[in-house]
């Protein structure tokens, strides 16, 4: 049960951590209000790196995002109802972390007035809509992740102790690189649950959830996370 409550509390200061520094940036009289993309994709480093150490703490194996449980599903390392357990924590924990963004920001809703800005803290959206083009940006800053993270992982000179800092370092490089299309979901959970919480929130002025586009950050972190997996076993782990 802890590894669930690890998944659950790792995502959750994921979110925290990542949906906060986009609100500090984009809502009105934020100190950190225009700090631009460099702050952001600075900021969900360092939220993934607390993300994952503090799911490891609890015991967990520290996914905080739904494509480690389904790859390792795939894989055969878990079972259906033991990789449902994980997403389902992770969904919860990035819903709650998102409520705590809403909660510490709570004077600025009111005073913002571009509703873009509001749904843009808690999810992503693309620069262009193109639905297609959108996936296939999805899948390959997911594919990115997953490739290169099995990569680290394999890699004998690399200490336990500098897995995650590297893997932390992976996604600033690829928010840097491939985040500027999409907003870089690269995780269902970090994406689903902060939507939820936008669409049940009292924030005042905030528009649509844009559903349309929602299921573009699952399906393409997932489908990347797949292809990588399977290249990655044949390549790194044969």
């Not at 669930?4 to 950190?32: C, H, P, Q, W, Y």
């Not at 225009?34 to 996914?63: K, N, S």
């Not at 083009?133 to 990569?151: P, Q």
């Not at 929602?214 to 044969?238: D, E, Q, T």
Request: aromatic share 10%.
């Amino acid at each position: 049960m802890n590894d669930i409550l690890g998944e659950f509390f790792g995502t959750m200061a994921l979110i925290l951590l990542g949906d906060g520094v986009v609100a500090g940036v984009l809502l009105s009289r934020s100190k950190a209000h225009g700090a631009g993309w460099l702050a952001i994709t600075a900021a969900w480093a360092f939220a993934v790196m607390a993300g994952i150490f503090t799911a490891r703490a609890c015991g967990a194996p520290g996914y905080i995002n739904p494509v480690g449980p389904i790859v390792d599903f795939v894989n055969s390392k878990h079972t259906a109802e033991k990789a449902g357990l994980f997403i389902l924590a992770e969904l919860a924990g990035a819903f709650t972390g998102a409520v705590l963004v809403w909660l510490h920001y709570l004077p600025h809703w009111s005073i913002t007035n571009d509703a873009g800005a509001k749904l843009g803290v808690f999810c992503t959206s693309p620069a262009i809509r193109n639905l297609p083009a959108n996936v296939l940006t999805e899948a390959l800053g997911t594919f990115t992740l997953v490739f290169v993270g099995t990569a680290i992982a394999a890699e004998k000179d690399v200490g336990r102790g500098l897995g995650v800092p590297l893997a932390s370092a992976l996604v600033w490089g690829i928010g840097l690189s491939l985040g500027g299309t999409t907003g870089y979901a690269i995780n269902p959970a970090r994406d689903l649950g902060p939507r939820l919480a936008h669409a049940v929130l009292p924030i005042p002025g905030k528009g649509p959830s844009d559903w349309g586009y929602s299921w573009v950050p699952i399906v393409g972190p997932i489908a990347g996370a797949l292809i990588a997996a399977f290249l990655a076993k044949a390549v790194f782990l044969a």
